[in-house]
T-cell receptor, first 113, second 113 residues
Framework: NAGVTQTPKFRILKIGQSMTLQCTQD?????MYWYRQDPGMGLKLIYY???????DKGEVPNGYNVSRSTTEDFPLRLELAAPSQTSVYFC????????????FGSGTRLTVV | QKEVEQNSGPLSVPEGAIASLNCTYS??????FFWYRQYSGKSPELIMF????GDKEDGRFTAQLNKASQYVSLLIRDSQPSDSATYLC?????????????FGAGTILRVKS
């Protein structure tokens, strides 16, 4: 049982490049989330999904896109990378219903130069 | 904008003392409240959750909730140097907001030996 797996762990992008951050979970969780965390700041929600085929915007969606074709995978796409997207990105998942905390992946540290 | 406020710290306590971490939230409809611990360079780890007014104890940790005052706290008894970390308060929004978690910016705790 691997939990939530994120790849890559580190990445340096040049301004204007694109990339996909991968997230997969093996706990059969319906709910999945993408957050970013800037230094000294809390976690800001980018996008979330309540199940395969369903996604919705969070607090800071601009510059990002997501898809959810399977229960397991929830990739985050960055188009035309900008320095403002330099951050640590966390993927998380949780069970449906009730009071359940999130299980977080180990994070992706992205630098845009 | 749903807000969660925490004192950023750092909060410094001597080894063996009680550390008291506080959090206030803006949405009165919030039902569930979580405390996460985050070591530097690591992902957040769930340590406590609470959804009823009063206290909830788990080992050296006690979470306290006062919905009338919109206040959540975390007490750490017999603080150890290994407790030094950033503590994130998270509030689960009501169903009409997708039950999303909103995070505070975190309180840095330093336990001095």
């Amino acid at each position: 049982n691997a939990g939530v797996t994120q790849t890559p762990k580190f990445r340096i992008l040049k301004i204007g490049q694109s990339m996909t951050l991968q997230c997969t979970q093996d706990m059969n969780h319906n709910y999945m989330y993408w957050y970013r965390q800037d230094p000294g700041m809390g976690l800001k929600l980018i996008y979330y999904s309540v199940g395969a085929g369903i996604t919705d915007k969070g607090e800071v969606p601009n510059g990002y896109n997501v898809s959810r074709s399977t229960t397991e995978d929830f990739p985050l796409r960055l188009e035309l990378a900008a320095p403002s997207q330099t951050s640590v990105y966390f993927c998380a998942s949780r069970k449906t219903g009730g009071t359940y905390g999130y299980t977080f992946g180990s994070g992706t540290r992205l630098t845009v130069v | 904008q749903k807000e969660v406020e925490q004192n950023s710290g750092p909060l410094s306590v001597p080894e063996g003392a009680i550390a008291s971490l506080n959090c206030t939230y803006s949405d009165r409809g919030s039902q569930s409240f979580f405390w996460y611990r985050q070591y530097s360079g690591k992902s957040p780890e769930l340590i406590m959750f609470i959804y009823s007014n009063g206290d909830k104890e788990d080992g050296r940790f006690t979470a306290q909730l006062n919905k009338a005052s919109q206040y959540v706290s975390l007490l750490i008894r017999d603080s150890q140097p290994s407790d030094s970390a950033t503590y994130l308060c998270a509030v689960q929004l009501p169903m009409e907001y997708g039950n999303k978690l909103v995070f505070g910016a975190g309180t840095i705790l330093r336990v001095k030996s």
